[in-house]
């Protein structure tokens, strides 16, 4: 019974990089960093693919940045 514990307190520790956005499961700052390590992937790739979605990207950070001011 302990190992049980012991694994189900160490799985709940470490960060699922498996959850799904919009899944509704609450982020975690694993999760956060492991979909910005993979959108900064994705965008450095090819940034002319992806031109949109940093112009959207660069619009949430400034109103997340003018609500913090």
Do not use: W
Request: proline letters at 6%; aromatic letters at 2%.
């Amino acid at each position: 019974m302990a190992s049980c514990r012991l694994h189900i307190q160490t799985t709940q520790s470490r960060p699922n990089p498996t959850i799904t956005a919009g899944t509704g499961e609450t982020p975690t700052l694993g999760t956060l960093d492991f979909y910005m390590a993979r959108l900064h992937g994705a965008i450095e790739r090819d940034p002319a693919q992806h031109e949109r979605l940093i112009v959207r990207i660069k619009e949430i950070l400034a109103q997340v940045a003018s609500e913090h001011l």
